[in-house]
């Protein structure tokens, strides 16, 4: 493997894992994909970066860019050819705590990102497990648990350091080099590796988390009052449901979260959600938001995940919608459904401001197959709810194509960011591919 290598640069000394090193079991997978790569750098500057890019153009290998590893379709790795895993770059600090500007290294995890900040009063909303990389979701979009109440991770970012293919390192942010600032918030992967991010964090002493259980009946009416009880709550509201059917029975498991510590304004909040339906167990508590990402969901990426996952935006809950969704889930061929509210903070920036362009949509929707069934079950179970999305997020979405690339990156935001794409990256080497 060393003579496909070459020679390795002298700033990468020790930083380079090839197959015979110790240390390539836990670094050559990601979450979902056993990977078999020539070599995993692990840089530890912008520099080793653009010392790993050389090194990549140099060899002819093939690119893959990891943070977290916990990319859907896992283009954090490949076969024969070469990982840049910038899981050593994983410092924290908080820049300015009166603006709240936080610098975060684009190699940390999110568990790792709240426990820095909660001693500043301080987190920012990333998504649901606190495994997950910075890079991915500050370069993609980033639904989180506080989602209605703060926006997406990418509505806050004010600054990525970016290294483009060519080596260049730039500071992007609104003054120097806008266009790669906008590519960055939603679809960085093509246009650079983001070695660091300025994000705005919030002000947060507390969140309340509280979990119910309501049963589901065919027609999804169930789902539809939840979807209405979404969009008239407060923006401190967000929630998840997550369907589960046995035969024909689903019940739907909600995780709602509120954006304050106060019991009472925590009781108020969630009230309404209480009565969407026959909702048959409940639980609250108030807890720090590191309890959402904790620090034991840090683990190693051995590929012990393989599934497939597609996913598609609603604007409305429809009754065919809704029934869809449950046949999703209970028809011949289940699949796992999950839900995300969106709306509140998600609708603030005007749709052309960042490269995720969906500000009017009300619920993510998430379809994800395991590996006892297969892409084939997916697909079918699909296939009934596809019709009714409108759009989609890239980060959720395990074989992307040019068909995912149009639902992520419709109309004009597409055009956008192929031009960028062609203009930071002219030989394609980062370029998403199947
Ligand atoms: C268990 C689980 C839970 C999840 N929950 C949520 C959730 O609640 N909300 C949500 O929004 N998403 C969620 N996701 C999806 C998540 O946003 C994506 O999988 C994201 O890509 C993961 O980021 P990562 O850095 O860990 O991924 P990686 O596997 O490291 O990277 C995936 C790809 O992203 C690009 N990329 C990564 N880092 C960089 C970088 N520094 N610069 C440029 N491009 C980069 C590259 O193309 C890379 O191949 C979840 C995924 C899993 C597996």
């Given at each position: 493997?060393?003579?496909?290598?070459?020679?390795?640069?002298?700033?990468?000394?020790?930083?380079?894992?090839?197959?015979?090193?110790?240390?390539?079991?836990?670094?050559?997978?990601?979450?979902?994909?056993?990977?078999?790569?020539?070599?995993?750098?692990?840089?530890?500057?912008?520099?080793?970066?653009?010392?790993?890019?050389?090194?990549?153009?140099?060899?002819?290998?093939?690119?893959?860019?990891?943070?977290g590893?916990?990319?859907?379709?896992?283009?954090?790795?490949?076969?024969?050819?070469?990982?840049?895993?910038?899981?050593?770059?994983h410092r924290v600090e908080v820049v300015d705590r009166a603006s709240r500007l936080v610098r975060v290294e684009a190699?940390a995890r999110w568990a790792q990102v709240a426990r820095a900040l909660a001693p500043h009063g301080l987190a920012i909303s990333s998504g649901d497990h606190g495994n997950v990389g910075v890079?991915?979701i500050a370069?993609?979009g980033g639904v989180g648990w506080l989602v209605r109440r703060y926006g997406l991770t990418i509505d806050h970012v004010r600054?990525?350091?970016?290294?483009?293919?060519?080596?260049?390192?730039?500071?992007?942010?609104?003054?120097?080099?806008?266009?790669?600032?906008?590519?960055?918030?939603?679809?960085?992967?093509?246009?650079?590796?983001?070695?660091a991010f300025e994000i705005e964090a919030m002000e947060l002493s507390g969140i309340g988390y509280v979990?119910?259980?309501?049963?589901?009946?065919?027609?999804?009416?169930?789902?539809?009052?939840?979807?209405?009880?979404?969009?008239?709550?407060p923006r401190e509201l967000s929630s998840a449901?997550?369907?589960?059917?046995?035969?024909?029975?689903?019940?739907?498991?909600?995780t709602a979260v509120v954006a304050s510590d106060n019991?009472?304004v925590i009781?108020?909040t969630?009230?309404?959600?209480?009565?969407?339906?026959?909702?048959?167990?409940?639980?609250?508590h108030v807890a720090p938001y590191t309890a959402l990402v904790p620090t034991q969901h840090l683990?190693?990426?051995?590929?012990?995940?393989?599934?497939?996952?597609?996913?598609?935006?609603?604007?409305?809950?429809?009754?065919?919608?809704?029934?869809?969704?449950?046949?999703?889930?209970?028809?011949?061929?289940?699949?796992?459904?999950?839900?995300r509210s969106?709306?509140g903070a998600t609708?603030d920036?005007?749709?052309?401001?960042?490269?995720?362009?969906?500000?009017?949509?009300?619920?993510?929707?998430?379809?994800?197959?395991?590996?006892?069934?297969?892409?084939?079950?997916?697909?079918?179970?699909?296939?009934?709810?596809?019709?009714?999305?409108?759009?989609?997020?890239?980060?959720?979405?395990?074989?992307?194509?040019?068909?995912?690339?149009?639902?992520?990156?419709?109309?004009?935001?597409?055009?956008?960011?192929?031009?960028?794409?062609?203009?930071?990256?002219?030989?394609?080497?980062?370029?998403?591919?199947?």
């Amino acid at each position: 493997m060393t003579a496909t290598l070459g020679t390795v640069p002298a700033e990468l000394s020790g930083k380079v894992v090839t197959p015979d090193d110790a240390r390539y079991r836990s670094l050559r997978s990601t979450y979902t994909t056993v990977g078999s790569p020539a070599a995993v750098v692990r840089p530890e500057s912008a520099g080793d970066v653009a010392a790993a890019l050389r090194l990549a153009r140099e060899t002819g290998l093939r690119v893959a860019v990891r943070s977290g590893g916990h990319g859907l379709s896992g283009s954090g790795t490949n076969d024969g050819g070469l990982v840049i895993d910038l899981g050593a770059m994983h410092r924290v600090e908080v820049v300015d705590r009166a603006s709240r500007l936080v610098r975060v290294e684009a190699g940390a995890r999110w568990a790792q990102v709240a426990r820095a900040l909660a001693p500043h009063g301080l987190a920012i909303s990333s998504g649901d497990h606190g495994n997950v990389g910075v890079g991915g979701i500050a370069t993609g979009g980033g639904v989180g648990w506080l989602v209605r109440r703060y926006g997406l991770t990418i509505d806050h970012v004010r600054a990525a350091e970016v290294v483009l293919p060519d080596g260049t390192f730039v500071r992007a942010d609104a003054h120097n080099e806008p266009e790669l600032l906008w590519v960055m918030r939603g679809a960085g992967a093509g246009a650079g590796i983001a070695v660091a991010f300025e994000i705005e964090a919030m002000e947060l002493s507390g969140i309340g988390y509280v979990q119910l259980a309501a049963a589901v009946d065919p027609a999804g009416d169930t789902l539809r009052r939840w979807a209405e009880t979404m969009r008239e709550a407060p923006r401190e509201l967000s929630s998840a449901v997550m369907l589960a059917s046995r035969g024909t029975r689903t019940t739907a498991f909600i995780t709602a979260v509120v954006a304050s510590d106060n019991p009472a304004v925590i009781r108020d909040t969630v009230q309404p959600l209480l009565d969407i339906g026959e909702v048959t167990a409940q639980e609250a508590h108030v807890a720090p938001y590191t309890a959402l990402v904790p620090t034991q969901h840090l683990h190693a990426n051995t590929g012990q995940m393989p599934s497939a996952t597609t996913n598609g935006l609603l604007t409305e809950m429809t009754p065919d919608a809704a029934g869809a969704l449950v046949t999703a889930s209970a028809g011949p061929r289940p699949v796992l459904v999950q839900l995300r509210s969106l709306g509140g903070a998600t609708h603030d920036p005007n749709p052309s401001a960042t490269a995720f362009a969906h500000r009017h949509q009300s619920t993510l929707v998430i379809g994800s197959a395991f590996p006892s069934d297969n892409r084939g079950a997916l697909a079918a179970a699909w296939a009934p709810l596809a019709p009714h999305t409108d759009g989609a997020y890239v980060n959720f979405e395990s074989a992307p194509d040019e068909t995912t690339f149009a639902r992520a990156y419709p109309a004009a935001t597409g055009a956008r960011v192929t031009d960028l794409w062609k203009r930071y990256d002219p030989d394609g080497l980062l370029r998403p591919r199947p």
